[in-house]
T-cell receptor, first 113, second 113 residues
């Protein structure tokens, strides 16, 4: 009965490959997010969807594309992976985007070799 | 736009001693403030938040933070730490009317037996 789940937990792949990370929340929340945490633990928002509509689209390479098939899912697809994409990617959700507590998934550690 | 400065990247403290983790923010609009905790190899969990009302907010595990508007601060305190408090602590700010949560760079709290 995990609130926010991500798959896979670990992802090791080679440069140039295309990969996807999946996120699902069973909290009934309307808003979902993707964050990137670098090796120094710095967290940066990448994207956010509210009711399947993109509301935050930070400056990230267009190799990264979020997809929200429904309110409970927000997937992250990455094309042509680069070494600098290695990081931990966190999915989160909140009931409301303004002032709402965000619930985080366990993270996906992506290693690009 | 908002920004957050966590003044200490690492704070070592002996068990049962008090601790303060400092957080300052910058914003041209009113803000919501949060402290999140990240235990090793886990996602972030909300520790406490300030949305409005009383400027002193408390968590269920003994932490408290005080919103100081004049000093633009939201420092986190605990009068007596436990080994289990060892974790990374992140201060975050959301501007009123914004969907975006901006995180500080984190403070690693290490509790020494």
């Amino acid at each position: 009965d995990t609130a926010v789940s991500q798959t896979p937990k670990y992802l090791v792949t080679q440069m140039g490959n295309d990969k996807s990370i999946k996120c699902e929340q069973n909290l009934g929340h309307d808003t979902m997010y993707w964050y990137k945490q670098d090796s120094k633990k710095f967290l940066k928002i990448m994207f956010s969807y509210n009711n399947k509509e993109l509301i935050i689209n930070e400056t990230v390479p267009n190799r990264f594309s979020p997809k929200s098939p429904d309110k409970a899912h927000l997937n992250l697809h990455i094309n042509s992976l680069e070494l600098g994409d290695s990081a931990v990617y966190f999915c989160a959700s909140s009931q409301v985007p303004l002032g709402g507590e965000q619930y985080f998934g366990p993270g996906t550690r992506l290693t690009v070799t | 736009a908002q920004s957050v400065t966590q003044l200490d990247s690492q704070v070592p403290v002996f068990e049962e001693a008090p601790v303060e983790l400092r957080c300052n923010y910058s914003s041209s609009v009113s803000v919501y403030l949060f402290w999140y905790v990240q235990y090793p190899n886990q996602g972030l969990q909300l520790l406490l938040k300030y949305l409005s009302g009383s400027t002193l907010v408390e968590s269920i595990n003994g932490f408290e933070a005080e919103f100081n508007k004049s000093q633009t601060s939201f420092h986190l305190r605990k009068p007596s730490v436990h080994i289990s408090d060892t974790a990374e602590y992140f201060c975050a700010v959301m501007g009123a009317g914004s969907y975006q949560l901006t995180f500080g760079k984190g403070t690693k709290l290490s509790v020494i037996p």
